[in-house]
């Protein structure tokens, strides 16, 4: 190659070059020949081994370096900041370590440098301040440690600066973001950064996204935060912030995403947030604040607002269950009237206890046993009137432990969904038990709302056992990813969406919930989708809890011999006696993703002599992509390549997302639970991910 002088590009990526070894970079010394070349680009290859220091003898005419998605050890050479006229470097995701050379603020004319998901170390060098070019900063997924460099500041054009999961500290001055009148995009989320918030991130009027979570922020909410109108997602969650939900934020007129959820949050919220014309999700879960919640915009969309943990709350829409808001001074009558009331509904209560008992002879568990006063009671007559006798043209699906009927309650005018158990199927009793204990605690926009459970005896006088549920009109995942109808179709967007809200269960299972439950049987037929094609997951027959304080399982259970799961979903370690964990979930979550992507089962014909759906999908990335996505979406990809001939790079795009996508999943069913993804890494690169396809222009923000 060295004998082509007048080589001016060489972009040769997403191919199977190299050999992961040393030695596959020895042709870079014949390419310093090449003295007008002006890009080289060998990304998402498996190139091995490390950076020759013969890269500094590369032509300074080069401008765009791309070593990205390979398999490079080693440091990055000090000679790489001889390549003086370089416009973009990309050295992202490989197994760089060492820190990054001084000498790369020698590139005076860089303005994207991406060099996240390494193993890079030591400080951020304060010479990157003098890159004044520099529009794109990526620098997440490594190990930096320190401060952020003061010097950055010089760097006044930057548009997007990614700094999040590594290891930096300290406080961040006042004085670093003031500069940055063009940033749109900051992340410095996962870090261990300490202090107050600083205010001039006021004035960053362009900014679309800031990440600022899993930190050790503490202080008041700067109120001027709310002058940077043009923000869509405001992630502040786990930090220590303290006082009250800024009033500003109602200026926050294009937000869409809020989430303030574990921290140290008091008083009221605003009610203007209601009025906030595109927010679609808020989570304020865990804080400490007090009175009425609104009942307009977001507030009256229960799956997208999460307020759990603040016991003061009161008020909202009926559907979230609160209590109903008092005066803040009541008059001694009414406080003798109520205290009157209580005690009088209790010896009532009490008694009409007492008479079932007396008249069931214990043959049936009660209603109150089960499930608390603050769900609706049901009986046997009612559920069979709802569902006009258990009807057969009612059913709407089977399964181990019995059936599940559409009706219509005499209370409510929406549908509801009846599982009744077959109660002569042996571990049906256990299942209804199992879920009665799982989700009688539990409320979250993407699980399962369940309305009430009946347990009784029928007009033969059989025990009787059935749950009730909010009815899921759009079916379940399952018939959208298998079922071949025009009309059940799911485009990447929408999968998308329905990833991150079966991860947003899983993780709300596994961390937020008082106690945490397992779910064990995770697959796209326990996935539904209600009108507006959010996610809910459902069925948790199999759910295990364990103990908060040890992560042990509980008393009711036992072995791993009690686990059934559905094949090809269930992690290999259940089958190796392994007790039953968290990660196992994780596995279940990263299989339904590989289905969502290649719209194969892991119990597809297909998958013989060793080969597995992981396997599969592993094996394919990042270049093989293509000849395994499911064929639906590779129709979706082609008719937006024709319709949209302005951007020629539209497909590579959406193509680098499905990538992104099936990393996640592939990350999540790793065979070894220790090597698997948490589910909160899950949900940040789906966010990521998604973000990246809405910056296409061809989706929308509607789920519809």
Request: aromatic share 8%; glycine share 8%; hydrophobic share 40%.
């Amino acid at each position: 190659m060295g004998n082509l002088k007048n080589l001016l590009v060489f972009n040769a990526p997403a191919n199977d070059l190299g050999s992961g070894k040393a030695g596959d970079f020895d042709f870079l010394s014949s390419l310093s020949n090449c003295s007008r070349l002006q890009h080289l680009g060998i990304e998402f290859n498996r190139f091995g081994g490390v950076i020759p220091n013969s890269i500094a003898n590369l032509s300074t005419s080069l401008r765009i370096l791309t070593l990205g998605g390979n398999q490079i050890a080693g440091s990055i050479p000090e000679g790489v900041g001889n390549l003086v006229n370089l416009n973009r470097m990309d050295m992202r995701e490989n197994f760089l370590v060492g820190e990054i050379p001084i000498s790369i603020g020698n590139l005076q004319n860089l303005e994207g440098l991406n060099l996240i998901s390494n193993h890079l170390t030591g400080k951020i060098p304060s010479s990157i301040g003098n890159l004044s070019r520099l529009t794109e900063l990526y620098l997440s997924n490594n190990k930096f440690e320190g401060a952020i460099p003061l010097s950055l500041r010089d760097c006044k054009n930057m548009q997007k600066l990614h700094l999040s999961y590594n290891k930096l500290n300290g406080s961040i001055p006042n004085q670093l973001f003031g500069a940055f009148e063009s940033l749109a995009y900051l992340t410095f989320s996962h870090n261990s950064f300490t202090g107050l918030l600083p205010s001039d991130l006021s004035n960053l009027k362009n900014l679309v996204e800031l990440y600022v979570d899993n930190n050790n922020f503490f202080g008041e909410i700067p109120k001027n935060l709310g002058e940077s109108s043009e923000l869509t997602i405001l992630f502040m969650e786990k930090n220590s912030f303290q006082g009250n939900i800024p009033q500003s934020f109602a200026s926050l007129r294009s937000l869409e995403y809020l989430d303030l959820s574990n921290n140290n949050l008091s008083g009221t919220i605003p009610p203007e947030l209601q009025k906030l014309p595109f927010l679609v999700s808020l989570n304020i879960s865990f804080n400490h604040l007090e009175g009425e919640v609104p009942k307009g915009g977001v507030f009256k969309n229960v799956s997208g607002f999460s307020f759990s943990g603040n016991e003061k709350l009161c008020g909202g829409i009926p559907e979230i269950e609160l209590p109903k808001c008092f005066g803040k001074v009541l008059s001694t009558k009414v406080i003798i009237a109520v205290i009157f009331s209580i005690l009088l509904g209790s010896i009532l209560a009490v008694l009409l206890v007492y008479l079932s008992w007396r008249r069931k002879c214990g043959n049936a568990l009660t209603h109150v046993a089960l499930f608390d006063d603050g769900f609706l009671r049901l009986s046997y007559k009612e559920l069979l009137q709802a569902t006009q006798g258990f009807a057969s043209s009612n059913l709407v699906g089977s399964g181990s432990f019995g059936s599940v009927y559409k009706g219509v309650l005499h209370q409510q005018e929406k549908p509801v969904a009846v599982k009744v158990f077959d109660l002569q199927n042996r571990g049906a009793a256990r299942s209804f038990m199992a879920e009665c204990k799982a989700l009688r605690k539990v409320r979250h926009r993407n699980l399962l709302k369940i309305i009430t459970c009946c347990s009784s005896i029928d007009y033969q006088g059989n025990d009787f056992k059935a749950l009730v549920f909010e009815f899921m009109p759009n079916g379940s995942l399952e018939n959208w990813l298998h079922e071949q109808h025009e009309s059940r179709y799911l485009n990447l967007a929408q999968r998308l969406d329905i990833a991150i809200d079966v991860a947003n269960a899983i993780d709300y299972l596994h961390h937020d919930s008082k106690t945490l439950i397992v779910h064990c049987d995770l697959k796209p037929t326990n996935v539904l989708l209600d009108d507006d094609m959010i996610a809910h997951v459902s069925d948790f027959g199999l759910a295990k809890l364990l103990s908060s304080d040890t992560g042990n399982l509980g008393t009711d259970q036992t072995s791993s011999s009690m686990i059934n799961g559905t094949i090809g979903y269930v992690p290999p370690e259940y089958g190796m006696s392994g007790a039953v964990t968290p990660e196992g979930d994780i596995y279940s979550y990263g299989i339904l993703l590989l289905e969502m992507i290649t719209g194969r089962r892991p119990t597809d014909d297909f998958f013989q002599d060793g080969l597995s759906l992981h396997h599969f999908c592993k094996k394919a990335l990042p270049e093989g992509l293509k000849e395994i996505l499911d064929f639906r979406l590779l129709e979706e990809i082609d008719q937006y390549r024709q319709r949209i001939r302005s951007q020629p790079n539209l497909e590579e795009q959406i193509l680098e997302c499905l990538v992104s996508f099936t990393k996640v999943g592939v990350a999540c069913s790793a065979e070894v639970p220790g090597d698997r993804m948490s589910i909160k890494d899950a949900i940040i690169e789906l966010h990521a991910t998604k973000a990246r396809l809405l910056r296409t222009g061809v989706y929308t923000r509607d789920r519809g």
